[in-house]
């Protein structure tokens, strides 16, 4: 599985961003999915994630009620709407795919990853 995540940007606080990660390969839909972000001098961390069907989600509690994780199987795409951007928000996004489908909240838990697109959030 190849994955190409898109979507980033300069945006002001309070704005929106929606990011997208498109999977290569025909096994998309048995994937489960994540979004995890590093910012400078931190360490990667869980944003999101759902499950391969999209029945189960997880959200960190930093971005809950703010973002919202989302997936078309047909389209080969997961998405990360986020809205009410924080500059605390910057930071690189990753998507991953997990090969085991559930949801997942840690970097072990996922086989393939993308090349990360920068989300930056101005005061």
């Known amino acids: 599985v190849q994955l190409q995540a898109s979507g980033g940007g300069l945006v002001q606080a309070g704005g929106s961003l929606r990011l997208s990660c498109a999977a290569s390969?025909?096994?998309?839909?048995?994937?489960?999915m994540g979004w995890f972000r590093q910012a400078p001098g931190k360490e990667r961390e869980i944003v999101s994630a759902?499950?391969?069907?999209?029945?189960?989600?997880y959200y960190a509690d930093s971005v809950k009620g703010r973002f919202t994780i989302s997936r078309d199987n047909g389209k080969n795409t997961v998405y990360l709407q986020m809205n009410s951007l924080k500059p605390e928000d910057t930071a690189v996004y990753y998507c991953?795919?997990?090969?085991?489908?559930?949801?997942?909240?840690?970097?072990?838990?996922?086989?393939?990853w993308g090349q990360g697109t920068l989300v930056t959030v101005s005061s």
């Open positions: 991953a795919a997990g090969k085991y489908g559930r949801v997942g909240v840690r970097n072990t838990e996922y086989d393939y």
């Open positions: 390969g025909r096994t998309f839909g048995n994937y489960g």
């Open positions: 759902i499950s391969w069907s999209g029945g189960s989600t």
